[in-house]
């Protein structure tokens, strides 16, 4: 119970720290990692279909689409002034929410625990992305290749172009 | 996924991570070690097919259904003639060289990731991969119509990505599996095929969309034309065909597991097929622009493979993937040539070109060879896959598409006269005076893929037998 405990809080900072990043890039960056402690509370829920295909299609796909579109955008457009005055009252709302799930997702991580007995033998991590998913990986590691010389071959240019 | 072929996924992957670490400080270095790379993996290749017992027309040591092996000798071959072409293409001063290399070699990665799966998600997995370099690659061309491309590119294949991954877990959700196999034990038993149709026409419209096929094709004319001239070679000639059209091939030989329960879909997919040929055909003779036209004839030919892909017999299957392979050849030749023009001439603009065949001959004449094999001129390789195509429909009763398959051809070959004819016959002009033949490491890839062409159509009947081996594999 602790871990996902611990799991819901670090997708909730991540989250939180995604919208109100001042740059694009740190963003896109903070929801991989969003993805990454959703796909292992998935992992912890004994539902590691689901956790692969989180950390197969959002903490890679997705983050990768986001920095080539960021990619395309100059540096300067990326720091064009903006009003933050809502960045400001986030973390005023995410405290309420803290205190609100204080109460309330004790019981709803009980009925999900319940769910996971149910689900136990659907695999463990390791049986679903080495035993079922090990060409994902491979293709995991691919797209990370690709979000690098992404990076390389795009953004000396979008610096440049400053 | 196809072990036997797994070194030609990680070589590659392992060069294009060395490539930025060894050629930060000597930058050709790049263009050496991405050539090494396509050039070993393509003589192991060779190595492969050329065995005594292969020659003798006996597949055993084939590894799979022996389509994964044709597409991904056709990638290395592509692949290999593009860097080539770029290593004497690209400015000394690019900022982004190693990058362009590494990121070609993880598109080589991807392809043969695509065409050894035998899994749905996996598929979706190393297509993506694929969309990704693609973009990148597009934008490799510093000017507006890169970028117009590349996000022209984007904004339209990424919807298609949403559509591949609803099928697939439509199919997850009635299969219970992601495999290609699973299909088939589904349908052999008795359950309602509705909600798995429903799936595999929803991965049938992503993957129709990521071939450009009309009236998803609008995307294609601007990437092709927008790219960097090299990269327009890579996508035209093989990106394309292996991330769409290998994936609708693939799924037309998986829906004859539904036992003409999926006739709809089959029907549509020729319906479409014919369209791109028409569209792709007329709107071809319209266009000024040589790497336009070029865009516009790839849909037309595309056509021609998803109408065989759709019919689905035996004799149509054999004539998709040969016309695939011959694409791959006579495509790559046309986009590189128009990328020589572009060096020399410093437009593909057919109104401004002309006369180049006096000052360019080679490029000339390797233009010509491709543009009879692209519309089925006898004995070369383009004349055997769409005769086999146009057999098949008659067989199969369709005399009215075998006969509009016909007719476009013989439209493809009017445009492609008309292009020659603005481009290098008649009369020089002041931008064909001042443009000299490119060098003799740009003219050694087409002349190769040219050569590749002539042999294909003379030497058919050997090849005809290794297609027919898997097309055999594949239906069974």
Redesign the interface.
């Known amino acids: 119970m602790t871990t996902h405990n611990l799991l819901f809080v670090l997708a909730a900072v991540f989250a939180l720290w995604a919208v109100m990043a001042k740059k694009l890039l740190t963003s896109a960056i903070m929801l991989a990692l969003v993805s990454v402690a959703v796909s292992l509370i998935f992992f912890d829920f004994s539902a590691p279909w689901a956790g692969v295909?989180e950390l197969?299609?959002c903490a890679?796909?997705i983050t990768?689409?986001f920095i080539?579109?960021v990619s395309?955008i100059r540096a300067d457009e990326d720091k064009r002034p903006e009003n933050r005055a809502f960045a400001y009252a986030l973390p005023l709302a995410a405290a309420v929410f803290a205190i609100a799930a204080w109460f309330y997702l004790p019981p709803f991580f009980e009925e999900l625990a319940a769910g996971r007995q149910m689900a136990a033998g659907g695999g463990t991590i390791g049986t679903a992305l080495w035993g079922l998913?090990?060409?994902?990986l491979?293709?995991?590691?691919?797209?990370l290749?690709?979000?690098v010389?992404?990076i390389?071959?795009?953004f000396?240019?979008r610096t440049?172009n400053k | 996924?196809d072990k036997g072929l797994l070194a030609y996924?990680l070589i590659p992957?392992l060069s294009?991570?060395i490539i930025?670490f060894a050629a930060r400080n000597r930058p050709k270095l790049a263009d050496i070690l991405a050539n090494v790379t396509l050039l070993a993996g393509l003589a192991n290749l060779a190595w492969l097919a050329l065995r005594p017992s292969i020659i003798r027309g006996e597949f055993a040591d084939i590894p799979g259904d022996g389509f994964s092996l044709l597409l991904v000798a056709a990638v290395y071959l592509v692949a290999l003639c593009v860097t080539f072409f770029s290593a004497w293409f690209i400015e000394e001063g690019l900022?982004?060289r190693?990058?362009?290399y590494?990121?070609i070699l993880?598109s080589v990665?991807?392809m043969c990731?695509v065409v050894t799966?035998t899994?749905f998600?996996?598929l979706y997995?190393?297509i993506?991969?694929l969309a990704?370099?693609s973009?990148?690659l597009i934008?490799?061309d510093?000017s507006g119509a890169g970028?117009e491309g590349?996000?022209k590119y984007?904004f339209l294949t990424?919807p298609a990505s949403a559509l591949i991954?609803i099928g697939i877990a439509v199919m997850l959700m009635s299969l219970g599996s992601l495999s290609f196999e699973s299909l088939r034990f589904f349908m052999a038993s008795d359950l309602p095929a509705g909600p798995v149709t429903f799936g595999a026409a929803l991965m049938l419209l992503g993957f129709i969309i990521k071939a450009g096929v009309v009236p998803f094709h609008t995307w294609a004319p601007d990437a092709y034309q927008g790219a960097y001239a090299p990269v327009s070679a890579h996508l035209a000639g093989i990106v394309t065909k292996v991330s769409g059209v290998y994936a609708i091939i693939k799924m037309a030989t998986l829906l004859r597991f539904f036992d003409g329960r999926a006739q709809a879909l089959s029907e549509m997919l020729m319906f479409l097929g014919l369209l791109s040929i028409a569209v792709g055909a007329l709107a071809a003779l319209k266009q000024t622009n040589l790497k336009r036209m070029l865009a516009f004839s790839s849909i037309s030919q595309v056509g021609y493979i998803v109408l065989a892909a759709g019919l689905g017999t035996p004799l149509a299957i054999m004539g998709a993937i040969f016309h695939l392979i011959n694409h791959a050849t006579f495509k790559t030749v046309l986009f590189l040539n128009s990328a020589s023009v572009e060096k020399s001439a410093g437009t593909t603009d057919m109104d401004k070109l002309g006369g180049l065949e006096h000052t360019m001959p080679w490029t000339s004449w390797t233009s010509i060879v491709a543009l009879l094999s692209t519309a089925g001129v006898p004995p070369l390789s383009g004349f055997w896959s769409k005769l086999i195509i146009i057999l098949a429909l008659w067989e199969a009763g369709l005399k009215g598409y075998a006969v509009l398959a016909l007719l476009f051809s013989i439209v493809t070959l009017a445009y492609f006269m008309m292009m020659q004819k603005k481009v290098f016959f008649g009369k020089k002009t002041p931008a064909a005076e001042s443009s000299p033949e490119v060098c003799a490491p740009l003219l050694a890839p087409v002349v190769l893929m040219s050569g590749l062409i002539v042999a294909l159509g003379l030497l058919f009947p050997y090849f005809y037998v290794y297609v027919k081996m898997v097309a055999e594999r594949i239906l069974l």
Do not use: C, H
């Open positions: 295909f197969s299609v890679g796909l990768v689409l080539g579109a395309l998913r090990r060409p994902d491979l293709g995991q590691v691919l797209m290749a690709a979000g010389f992404v390389k071959s795009v000396p240019r440049e | 996924m996924l992957l294009a991570v930025p900022p982004n190693s990058a362009y590494s990121l993880v990665s991807a990731g799966t899994d998600f996996t997995v190393f993506e991969v990704v370099t973009f990148a934008t490799t510093e970028l590349a996000l984007f990424f991954i």
